[in-house]
């Protein structure tokens, strides 16, 4: 819609998972390594947490295009907290898609079912990967304890499946509660909210996407944003989203403080809490 007002060939700050538009900032290509390095070296599992919106399912697809094709198959579950004892099942038919039983398989069946396929992997030459998002909402003895089964799943050789659990700070401290599980996990990775430095970087990286170099925003509102977003990717998308919208609506040649902070305050955005383990 305003597109044309500010010469760009695409929005900027659109939320799709564009690979081109990914930012490597410090704290995600650190993390970036040290998952890869988990999972080419079969060392096991591993975890990724962070507050929302600072891009974990964003550094999560940047990862699974960048593993060698001997990393499949890959299964990506957004929502494993619903499945409880029925995780295993779940995997298993993703990993193999049409060799669904007739009748929903025993949690001692799953087990099997995926123990197989998952050699029958191995033998192939394959490595599989599973990511459970939201990994930090899973609750009950039963969904946990069919996460710890699925990480320990193991031949001679190694780890036969590499499990990246991916939530919120909380997470790191219901895995800390369940030493079976944690000492599966090879790697524990923490993201943090951009600086301003790096929101000065992001928002200049995310304009040149979309086709331009020159300097929508003044160095103020830059800053403005910064404040109001907290440092988090995708409150800096909303509020920059909006800022180029009205900008075009008002006939601006570039985005002020003012029209930031303005819409911040419409938005009732404040900067997000962090939690701390």
């Not at 992001?202 to 907290?230: D, I, K, N």
Request: with cysteine.
């Amino acid at each position: 819609m305003y597109e044309a007002w500010w010469q760009l060939a695409r929005r900027p700050f659109d939320t799709g998972r564009d690979p081109a538009a990914y930012y490597p900032s410090e704290t995600h290509q650190g993390a970036l390594a040290r998952l890869r390095y988990a999972i080419e070296s079969a060392r096991g599992s591993a975890l990724l947490a962070g507050p929302a919106g600072t891009g974990k399912s964003v550094l999560i697809g940047q990862l699974l295009r960048q593993l060698p094709e001997t990393f499949a198959p890959q299964v990506r579950l957004a929502c494993p907290q619903a499945l409880g004892r029925e995780l295993l099942a779940v995997v298993a038919a993703q990993l193999s898609p049409g060799r669904d039983s007739p009748a929903p398989p025993t949690t001692l069946e799953a087990y099997q079912l995926l123990e197989e396929r998952l050699q029958a992997n191995s033998l192939a030459g394959q490595q599989a990967v599973v990511v459970l998002d939201e990994a930090h909402l899973i609750a009950g003895s039963d969904a946990w304890e069919a996460v710890r089964a699925l990480a320990a799943l193991e031949s001679a050789q190694g780890p036969l499946v590499s499990v990246l659990l991916v939530g919120q700070p909380s997470l790191i401290g219901k895995v800390a509660a369940l030493p079976s599980l944690e000492e599966r996990l090879a790697m524990k990775c923490a993201l943090r909210p951009f600086t301003l430095e790096e929101t000065q970087s992001y928002v200049q990286h995310r304009l040149g996407y979309a086709g331009t170099t020159a300097a929508v925003f003044e160095p103020a509102a830059v800053e403005a944003l910064h404040e109001h977003s907290g440092g988090s990717p995708r409150r800096i998308n909303r509020l920059a989203d909006l800022a180029l919208l009205v900008g075009f609506a008002e006939g601006l040649s570039r985005i002020s403080a003012t029209v930031v902070s303005s819409l911040a305050e419409e938005l009732l955005l404040e900067p997000p809490l962090i939690e701390v383990e």
